[in-house]
Structure formats: C-alpha cells, structure tokens
C-alpha cells in the first residue's frame, strides 16, 4: 500500500536560503536541459531520407536521452562548482522531471489526446525538489535530516504508521511557506480488490449542481459553501492593493505573496470540505455513483465561476482515490437526460434550467430536479433501467405494467 503524509517545514535562515538556493539552480537545470531536447527535436524532426523545410540540413549529433544528460551532470559540476551544494540525487531527480515533461509531449492520455508542449520555467516557477532515497532514521522528535541542508523543523501533526517505510522526500514551497511530502508505502498491506456488483441496496447516487453541492438518491442534500464567492471582496481589495505598487519592488512582492495566501486559504477550505464529504458519503454504503461529466468544457461556459469554485473534478478525485484505499468503489455514468428522465416511468420530461421541479405528465410523480436525477443515477449505476414507455411495449404488457419503481 502506499499513501502520502505532507507536514509543514520550519526552516531557519541558513536552511532557508540553502533551500531557494536549490531551487534557482534547479531551475536553471532544468531549462538547460529542457532547450537541448527542443534544439536537438527542431534539427532531426524530418527523416533522413527527407529535406527539412524549416532549416537547412545540420550536422547529425546524439539524441539527448534521460541517461546521457545524466552522465554529463559531471561536466556541469566541474564548469559550475555551485552544482556540487545540491545532493547528486536530487540533481538527477530534475534531469527525470526533463524527461517525463519531454515524453508527455509526443504521448497521448487515456482520452487520446496529446498534452501541450513543455515551457521553460520562469524565476520563481520551479517550486518542489525530490530525495528519491533518504533513510529511515530521518525523523527525530520534530525534525527531518535533510541530505546536506541539515536538521529542519517540523510541525508532525500526525505520526507515520506503523510500518511504513518512507520512499521518497518532496519538498515544496507554497504561498504560506514550505512544505515536505514522505511518501510511505507497507508491502504488508495488501492492495484492496473494488470487485463490488453494484446493487439496489450497496449503491447510492450522487448529483451534483450548483444550488446544492450534491443530492443523494436518499434525498439527503449537501449545501454548496462558495468558499470563493465568499472570498471575493477580500480578493478585491487585495489586488487593489497590488495594482498600486511598482512591479518587481518589495512591497509588490509582499502584495503579491499576500494574494497568492488568500487564493490558498480558499483552496484548503475547498479541499478540507471535499475530503469530509466523501468520507461521510463512503461511511454510508459500497458503491457511490456520479455522472462522467465532462467539466473542462462545462468550465467554458457561462457558469465556469460556480463550476470552479465548487470543484467538482477535485471532488470526485479524492472519492475515487478514498473510495480504491477502502475497497469501495465509485461508478461513471452517462450523464445524457439524467434530469429530463423521470426516475418512475422512464419518459423523458423536457425543462429548462430553472425548472428545479420533476413534474412527469404520464405518471404523475412531483419530485426534486436533482433528486430525479440522483435515483437516475443510481439506476443506470445498476443496470436497474426503466422501461421506455415511448419504445414498444413488451408481450402486450401495458406501460403502467413495465414501469420499475426507481426507489424499490
């Protein structure tokens, strides 16, 4: 099993500034290396059998792999002596960043999209580096021993398993300070199966929206909180603030440190109420079930300020995430008609938006919108589907016959 504990670093001045010091140099690493992939890449895009019509025919020279930028971290070290601070681990952790960053660029998703070409970072993009090995040994009390930056300080706010060994070290900076993630993995723990069938009875449905976060298929609902909405009047005045100073001065950068700490205060709230909802979601059955919506493009429309302040997709990655480390499960469906179905008869009842009331002519069911579409959910989750009175009927049964009673 492995799983990841993030605590909050105190460093002090000479830490601090080693610290920012890597960063810099990690930074400038990774450019480098970043342009010779892309100089390499515009040289030798065409075939050789072929003429490049973007530049005349170069010299052919050695592509600049993973391995190869590695072993010439010796040559940097020798021409840069401020190279040999950093811990030789951590330095070809940023030559891995390179590569990943490379790969991503020519490899498609799962969706079978491909991802945008990786940019330079800019001073101050480069936020986090990696230990890949540390030892076991490296927390005492309320410090971690950091490979040549020394005892640091940390608020452990929760102890490390029992039996758990520590992987990997990530150190990051955030708008309030500096962070370091231990991912820790058991061997012991068996990785947990998600074989759950979807029942009637293990199975609860989930819609989401915009007047209440969610509606269960129970009829329990979870009111939106709106943390950024709530925020924005601070935000306002914040960067008010920070259009008045002259850019790259001091108290810019403290306007801009102060901004950038309230757009964190808004996230962690965000985040703190999504990881208290799904556990109290998944204390309550096996299978939760949820619409595949697609939320980059709902995100384009004219109600992306309401989408991205209740953060669905966050939301529903910690579900899935919580729901595989407890061997529960969490089902995709196709969201199409999940409000315009009624959930009794299964005929499609159009509606505006606003209609926020399932009323079905042909059955006479008056419920919620979102609670209609919850139990739709549910069902679809299942395989519980509804007969479409519209379609033929089966063996001469009548509609009111065939007609599943979504709550049963």
Known sequence: MRTAYQYKLRPNKEQLATIEMWLELLRRQYNYRLGERFSWWEQNRCPVNACPL????????????????????????????????????????????????????????????????????????????????????CIEENQINLPKIG??????????????????????????GYYITLSLEDKSVPALTTEIEPTLKNTLGIDMGLKEFLVTSEGESVPIPQYYRKSQQRLKTLQKRLSRKNKGSKRWLKAVKAVAKQHKKIADKRKDFHFKTANELLSKVDVIAHENLNIKGLAKTRLNKSINDAGWGQFLTILTVKAGNAGQKTVAVNPKNTSQDCSNCGEKVDKELSQRTHSCPHCGVVIDRDLNAAINIKNRAVGHSVFKARGARRDGATKREACTIASA
């Open 54 to 137: 973007v530049m005349p025919i170069p010299q052919l020279r050695d592509n600049p792999d993973y391995y190869s930028q590695k072993r010439d971290l010796v040559n940097t070290k020798d021409k840069f002596s401020e190279y040999k601070l950093i811990h030789s681990q951590v330095l070809q952790d940023c030559i891995k960043r390179v590569k990943l960053a490379f790969d991503r660029w020519f490899k498609a998703d799962k969706n079978g999209q491909k991802l945008g070409k990786p940019r330079f970072k800019g001073k101050g993009r480069y936020r986090s580096f990696s230990y890949p090995q540390i030892k076991q040994n």
């Open 151 to 176: 005892k640091v300080k940390l608020i452990q706010h929760r102890p490390i398993p029992e039996g758990f060994i520590i992987k990997t070290v990530t150190i990051s900076r955030k708008a309030d």
